[in-house]
């Protein structure tokens, strides 16, 4: 594993990146706002999602909601509605929890601080070190898929397995304390650049997992039935059996989660977005 990096090695490595982001560097809309609201939907919707699916989701989204008080207002039928097609309905609730929680505990400005960022909904730790540094400029070292890519190319070229822990110092490093905003974005374009190439640097890391197909998955089921009840509100249990054509016992069992998770609520046996 890496152990001694030299000036030079590092001021090579900064130099090849920001020549890579200076040519190939892309435009995103998350990119052309301070405001940290905005930062924080796109970080949150960006999560094992694509940045093309991404991209006209996140505007449509702050048409509608485009602040931390439209968004905790709103009807959550509302939000998981125009969250179809970005997955993970989860985020959506945990969205609209944190907006609330801004809301309440905070006077509706989102804290600077990593560790109060981390005690809002649906805001781990990646989620709020990348959150200080695009919207506020902190100086924080953290990895994600195509951070993980860059180091990993070439800091580790011949090297199997290689873990977060032993990436993270030089990602601290060779930080550029004065403006973290564009290191990272530029980090990240150049890392995605290398996952398109004949062999993807991340697929070395410890931590490489591949996802698991979506078609088919209780995923998938789990989300025909919220997309059949926002279309159907008040839909009855028997018309949800027959759109589905799910096993009985695994339609209730997600009936049941999703209920307990805050997204349906029940009365007799007709079903609504909570």
């Known amino acids: 594993m890496q152990t001694d990096v030299t000036t030079g090695e590092v001021n090579l490595f900064r130099n090849t990146v920001l020549d890579h982001y200076r040519s190939h560097g892309r435009h995103l ?5 301070r405001d940290p609201y905005a930062i924080l939907v796109s970080e949150i919707m960006l999560q094992q999602t694509q940045v093309d699916r991404v991209r006209e989701k996140y505007l449509e989204f702050l048409a509608i909601f ?29 969205l609209q929890q944190c907006a609330r929680a801004v809301r309440e505990r905070f006077g509706g ?9 981390e005690s809002l909904p649906g805001i781990g730790p990646y989620t709020a070190r990348a959150v200080a540094a695009f919207a506020f400029d902190i100086a924080t070292p953290f990895i ?6 860059v180091f990993i190319r070439h800091f580790f070229p011949h090297c199997e397995s290689v873990r977060d822990a032993d990436i993270l110092p030089l ?4 930080l550029d304390r004065g403006n973290p905003r564009q290191w990272y974005y530029a980090l990240m374009d150049y890392g995605a ?31 025909l039935i919220l997309r059949t009840i926002l279309a159907e509100p008040g839909v009855p249990l ?23 998770e805050g997204f349906i609520r029940q009365e007799s046996d007709r079903f609504w977005i909570r």
């Open 171 to 174: 990602v601290e490093l060779t």
């Open 29 to 33: 809309p998350w990119r052309e706002t």
């Open 109 to 117: 400005t989102l804290p600077h601080e990593v560790a109060e960022l």
């Open 144 to 149: 994600e898929t195509n951070i993980r890519s």
């Open 66 to 94: 485009p602040t931390w008080q439209d968004l905790a207002e709103a009807e959550l039928s509302r939000v998981l509605s125009l969250w179809q097609g970005l997955g993970y309905n989860r985020r959506a609730v945990a």
């Open 193 to 223: 650049s290398l996952k398109r190439g004949q062999t993807n640097p991340g697929r070395k890391s410890a931590h490489h997992v591949r996802q698991s197909p979506f078609r088919g998955s209780n995923r998938e089921q789990r989300s």
């Open 238 to 260: 028997e018309r949800l059996e027959e759109k589905l054509a799910l096993e009985g016992a695994l339609l209730a069992r997600n009936l049941e989660q999703l209920e307990r």
